[in-house]
């Protein structure tokens, strides 16, 4: 069973930058695009970012674009998310899954989640 494992998540001001890690275990992961994904209290999961085998290809969420950047190290089987910018609505637990092939930004199209990190942008 592939298990990605997130980390980097906490605290920040509006205004701040943080990084999120997710490193998969089990497999090789230059076989799966990856992607990010985020739940707020009372809301729905939603898309945030995905990325492509070879990294070349990348989507992202509009609320997010220009300030999150995906990006991963097949070598490290470790899949990135740069959130910089960050707001308040941005808080949430954010997960990253895993795909095989093809990039996607569904999450229903994903069968490898992880268990998430909690990202709160708060004063």
């Known amino acids: 069973q592939v298990q990605p494992v997130e980390s980097g998540g906490g605290l920040v001001q509006p205004g701040g930058s943080l990084r999120l890690s997710c490193t998969f275990s089990g497999f090789t992961l230059e076989h799966y695009a990856t992607g990010w994904f985020r739940q707020a209290p009372g809301r729905d999961r939603v898309f945030v970012a995905a990325?492509?085998?070879?990294?070349?290809?990348?989507s992202y969420a509009d609320s997010v674009k220009g300030r999150f950047t995906i990006s991963r190290d097949n070598a490290w089987n470790t899949v990135y998310l740069q959130m910089n910018s960050l707001k308040p609505e941005d808080t949430a637990l954010y997960y990253c899954?895993?795909?095989?092939?093809?990039?996607?930004?569904?999450?229903?199209?994903?069968?490898?989640w992880g268990q998430g990190t909690q990202v709160t942008v708060s004063s």
């Open positions: 899954a895993g795909r095989f092939l093809s990039l996607a930004t569904i999450s229903s199209a994903y069968n490898s």
């Open positions: 990325i492509s085998r070879n990294g070349a290809d990348t």
